[in-house]
Antibody, heavy 123, light 106 residues
């Protein structure tokens, strides 16, 4: 059974870079059968997709965040990571990592999620 | 980007009621529509993928339908454990979510 676990600082200062890691177990991150994604949810608001990565290193980002986001993968550690630069209070949110199934005929869905980690941007 | 609009934003229903949540896309997304259940402090859970496919382990009282721009999530007989927020998501292009529908039990 796949498990995902987010980790990283819970407090980041404004203008600094938010860095999170998602550790994947129960499935080989190198299998190539999935994409790996980051999503966030500010308090009291809806879900926002941040971006995704494939084991090849190919990435896609939310256009609204693209200039500040970098997602990378370390297959040797079965981890993928998120960096979000120049953060402001608006980036305060619960951050989730998720596995993305890429089926045929436009069938793409997020079937497994981490528990989420709260990141607060504050001085 | 494709905007997803859910209705209603919240609803209150009794145990055993049939509940319907709507989701409308700003342009056609064919069948690339998923539904998630979200409880406070918990990770979202996939319920329905690609419009109408029930994810493994999800009770059969949940079902999905639609195509193009209009989609529906139906709970055939509401149970106490269904109290949660429900989100639609399109994956036709860069994924976007609806704003959510909060379901409460009377």
């Amino acid at each position: 059974q796949v498990q995902l676990q987010e980790s990283g600082p819970g407090l980041v200062k404004p203008s600094q870079t938010l860095s999170l890691t998602c550790s994947v177990s129960g499935v080989s991150i190198s299998s190539g059968d999935y994409y790996w994604s980051w999503i966030r949810q500010p308090a009291g608001k809806g879900l926002e997709w941040i971006g995704r990565i494939y084991i090849s290193g190919n990435t896609n980002y939310n256009p609204s965040l693209k200039s500040r986001v970098t997602i990378s993968v370390d297959t040797s550690k079965s981890q993928f990571s998120l960096e979000l630069s120049s953060v402001t209070a608006a980036d305060t949110a619960v951050y989730y990592c998720a596995r993305v199934v890429w089926g045929g005929l436009g069938s793409i869905y997020f079937d497994s999620w981490g528990q989420g980690t709260l990141v607060t941007v504050s001085s | 980007d494709i905007q997803m609009t859910q209705s209603p934003s919240s609803l209150s229903a009794s145990v055993g009621d049939r509940v319907t949540i709507s989701c409308r896309a700003s342009q056609s997304i064919r069948s690339s529509l998923n539904w998630y259940q979200k409880k406070p402090g918990k990770a979202p859970k996939l319920l329905i993928y690609t419009t109408s496919n029930l994810h493994t382990g999800v009770p059969s009282r949940f079902s999905g339908s639609g195509s193009g721009t209009d989609f529906t999530l139906t709970i055939s007989s509401l149970q106490p454990e269904d109290s949660a927020s429900y989100y639609c998501q399109q994956t036709y292009s860069a994924p976007t979510f609806g704003q959510g529908t909060k379901v409460e039990i009377k």
